[in-house]
C-alpha cells in the first residue's frame, strides 16, 4: 500500500503549506517539505525529484495497483511523517479505515431492509456495530504497539525500554534502534586529547547544541537527542572554538 502511503505524505505537506500562508501549494513545493523532514528529522535524505516521482506514479496507476518504494527508510520516514510509529500500524489503519466505509454500507443496506424496525432499534443495532469495531481496531492496535521495541535517551547514550503513554507524549520515546544503541553516545568532557578524526582524517565525532545553547559532541551522526535538530560534522574551527583552543 505504498501508493495510500505516498499520497497521505503529499495530502498533510499540502496542508501544511497552506497553513502557512501557500494557497495553492505546487506538486513540486510539497515533495521539497517532505524531502525537508526526511533530511533533517529522519536522516535519510531523498531527492525532492524521487519524492515527485513516487507521487505521480501513485496518482496515474489504476486504482487496484501499486507502487513500490524500495527504500524501506523512505518508508518508515513517510509513516513517521504521516503520523503511525511505522508501516504495519499504517496499514492496520487503512484496512481500519475500509472496513468502517463497508459497515456503512452495510448499515444502509440493513436500514433498507428492516424498514419496519423501530428508530430506536436501529439505533441500538448501529451502536453495538460501532462498539464492536472500535474493540476490534484497540485490540489490533495494542498488539501492534507491544510488538515494537523502543528505547529512550538517558543522560550520554539511549538505552532500551518498555512502551509508555507519556514517553509518547513528551516526544522522549522513539522506536529503538540497534545502531543508535550501539553507537551513538554523548562524549562527556572532551578535551584536547580526545580523538575527533580518524586516523585518515575522516570525521570521527559530530556536534550540536543543547537546549541550553551548550555545545556537545557525539560519536555518530544522527539528531539531538534533546532538540531533534540534525548534528553537523566536527570541524577543527569548532574544536578550537569552544573545545581545546590550543588543538
Not at 55 to 71: G, L, V
Not at 103 to 123: A, E, F, P
Not at 183 to 211: H, I, L
Request: aromatic share 10%.
Amino acid at each position: 500500500m505504498h501508493k495510500e502511503l505516498i499520497i497521505a505524505a503529499f495530502e498533510k505537506a499540502r496542508k501544511e503549506l497552506q497553513s502557512e500562508g501557500i494557497k495553492d501549494p505546487s506538486n513540486h513545493q510539497v515533495a521539497i517539505c517532505i524531502s525537508d523532514f526526511m533530511k533533517d528529522e529522519v536522516d535519510f535524505p531523498i531527492s525532492k525529484k524521487s519524492i515527485s516521482s513516487y507521487y505521480k506514479s501513485a496518482m496515474e496507476i489504476p486504482e487496484s495497483e501499486d507502487i513500490n518504494i524500495s527504500q524501506i527508510k523512505v518508508v518508515q520516514g513517510l509513516c513517521t511523517y504521516v503520523g503511525y510509529t511505522n508501516y504495519n500500524q499504517f496499514i492496520l489503519n487503512l484496512e481500519s479505515s475500509e472496513t468502517n466505509i463497508k459497515d456503512d454500507k452495510l448499515n444502509k443496506k440493513t436500514d433498507i431492509s428492516t424498514h419496519g424496525i423501530s428508530r430506536k432499534s436501529k439505533r441500538n443495532i448501529a451502536i453495538l456495530i460501532s462498539m464492536g469495531i472500535i474493540l476490534i481496531v484497540v485490540t489490533i492496535i495494542i498488539i501492534s504497539i507491544n510488538k515494537q521495541h523502543w528505547m529512550i535517551w538517558n543522560e550520554d547514550h539511549y538505552e532500551e525500554v518498555d512502551f509508555n503513554k507519556e514517553g509518547i507524549a513528551n516526544g522522549t520515546l522513539k522506536l529503538l534502534k540497534e545502531e543508535r544503541i550501539e553507537n551513538f553516545r554523548k562524549v562527556n568532557a572532551p578535551d584536547c586529547n580526545y580523538r575527533y578524526f580518524k586516523e585518515d582524517g575522516s570525521v570521527n565525532t559530530w556536534y550540536g547544541k543543547n537546549k541550553n545553547g551548550e555545545i556537545e559532541i557525539f560519536t555518530a551522526l544522527g539528531l539531538h537527542p534533546e532538540t531533534g535538530k540534525t548534528l553537523k560534522p566536527i570541524t577543527k574551527y569548532m574544536i578550537r572554538k569552544y573545545l581545546c583552543d590550543s588543538y
